[in-house]
């Protein structure tokens, strides 16, 4: 068997690059989160590509871009590259992966952050790089979701709400500006927050939330966020 071909350099690489955790933090809003950027995956594959002699060449499908204004009334770039990315050995023998790269920038580099994007996410898929945090899918169930009239941005909200038969304390300015931080880096506007506070606990005001609501708010805004920037 020819031992250059794209398959045994694919096995060799998954062999060798070992896990990239979250070791990066978005301090952008309230108490941030982490994340792993598409340079921690450059820096762990280059070596191993040059060292089985596999190179990538990328082809964008399709590119949908739109502008959206934000709430402060500056204008917001959306993009969406669906993009080919061939990986060949020096055999000639390759193999193809197609993913979406999605992205929003007030500049001029929504599409350059979509192709990051893009490319970190065909990596990991196509060479099964392993992560601290990673969650099999089959975990859990996936949840109902609200779509935002305004932003056209969908919403994952929890499949029941958490049970609410105690009263911890509840939460502080600190914590209602952070969940309006998130809120704002999710794109999702005051009032879409407003419905779903009151879906689920009749509640539009987060002052009048307990801690536990408060959470389970928080980190499903939190989700979406991540999905627009990791």
Same mark, same amino acid.
């Given at each position: 068997?020819?031992?250059?071909?794209?398959?045994?350099?694919?096995?060799?690489?998954?062999?060798?690059?070992?896990?990239?955790?979250?070791?990066?933090?978005?301090?952008?809003?309230?108490?941030?989160?982490?994340?792993?950027?598409?340079?921690?995956?450059?820096?762990?594959?280059?070596?191993?590509?040059?060292?089985?002699?596999?190179?990538?060449?990328?082809?964008?499908?399709?590119?949908?871009?739109?502008?959206?204004?934000?709430?402060?009334?500056?204008?917001?770039?959306?993009?969406?590259?669906? #993009? &080919?990315?061939?990986?060949?050995?020096?055999?000639?023998? /390759? +193999?193809?992966?197609?993913? !979406?790269?999605?992205? %929003?920038?007030?500049?001029?580099?929504?599409?350059?952050?979509?192709?990051?994007?893009?490319?970190?996410?065909?990596?990991?898929?196509?060479?099964?790089?392993?992560?601290?945090?990673?969650?099999?899918?089959?975990?859990?169930?996936?949840?109902?979701?609200?779509?935002?009239?305004?932003?056209?941005?969908?919403?994952?909200?929890?499949?029941?709400?958490?049970?609410?038969?105690?009263?911890?304390?509840?939460?502080?300015?600190?914590? #209602? &500006?952070?969940?309006?931080?998130?809120?704002?880096?999710? /794109? +999702?506007?005051?009032?879409? !927050?407003?419905?779903? %506070?009151?879906?689920?606990?009749?509640?539009?005001?987060?002052?009048?939330?307990?801690?536990?609501?408060?959470?389970?708010?928080?980190?499903?805004?939190?989700?979406?966020?991540?999905?627009?920037?990791?």
């Amino acid at each position: 068997m020819n031992e250059k071909t794209i398959y045994t350099a694919i096995n060799n690489i998954m062999e060798e690059v070992g896990a990239i955790s979250k070791s990066k933090k978005n301090s952008s809003q309230g108490q941030g989160f982490m994340y792993r950027g598409v340079d921690d995956v450059m820096n762990a594959l280059q070596p191993l590509l040059i060292k089985y002699s596999v190179f990538c060449v990328p082809e964008v499908l399709e590119h949908i871009r739109e502008e959206r204004q934000t709430k402060s009334g500056g204008n917001l770039i959306y993009s969406i590259l669906k #993009i &080919k990315y061939t990986f060949y050995a020096a055999d000639g023998t /390759n +193999v193809n992966t197609i993913v !979406l790269g999605e992205a %929003m920038d007030s500049g001029d580099k929504a599409s350059n952050k979509a192709l990051s994007i893009a490319f970190k996410y065909a990596c990991f898929q196509l060479f099964c790089i392993p992560t601290e945090e990673m969650k099999d899918p089959d975990a859990e169930t996936p949840p109902d979701s609200i779509k935002d009239n305004d932003t056209d941005v969908e919403i994952t909200t929890p499949e029941a709400p958490p049970p609410t038969n105690y009263k911890p304390s509840g939460v502080t300015e600190k914590q #209602i &500006k952070r969940l309006y931080a998130i809120s704002k880096s999710a /794109n +999702v506007t005051d009032d879409t !927050l407003k419905r779903l %506070m009151f879906k689920y606990y009749q509640k539009d005001n987060p002052k009048d939330l307990n801690r536990q609501e408060y959470d389970f708010i928080c980190d499903n805004l939190q989700e979406l966020a991540d999905k627009m920037i990791a």
